[in-house]
């Protein structure tokens, strides 16, 4: 399969001077396959429960609906608990 690519010459005469005697079709399969694999595994990785709060506080926007947490959430806890005594020795 024959396939043009414009590429930035500049960029392709640093890569090229830094594989040295390497052709250019085997420096674009080797570059299109780590691109592959660096894909695969982003695809594969999972974000931190920060980092989809955060995502998802992001997509959503919730800072500009002006909610106001303690309204949302002031009730759920049970008052009636207040769990034991902490003794720090």
């Known amino acids: 399969m024959v396939t043009s690519l414009n590429v930035d010459t500049a960029l392709l005469q640093e890569a090229l001077e830094l594989t040295g005697e390497t052709a250019l079709e085997t420096l674009v399969e080797i570059a299109l396959r780590e691109y592959i694999q660096h894909r695969k595994q982003m ?27 303690d309204d949302i959430w002031g009730e759920v806890r049970d008052r009636n608990f207040t769990g034991r005594e902490v003794i720090f020795e």
Not at 45 to 60: D, P, Q
């Open 43 to 69: 695809k594969n990785s999972e974000l931190s429960f920060g980092e989809s709060v955060s995502a998802f506080r992001k997509k959503y926007q919730l800072d500009q609906l002006g909610l106001n947490p």
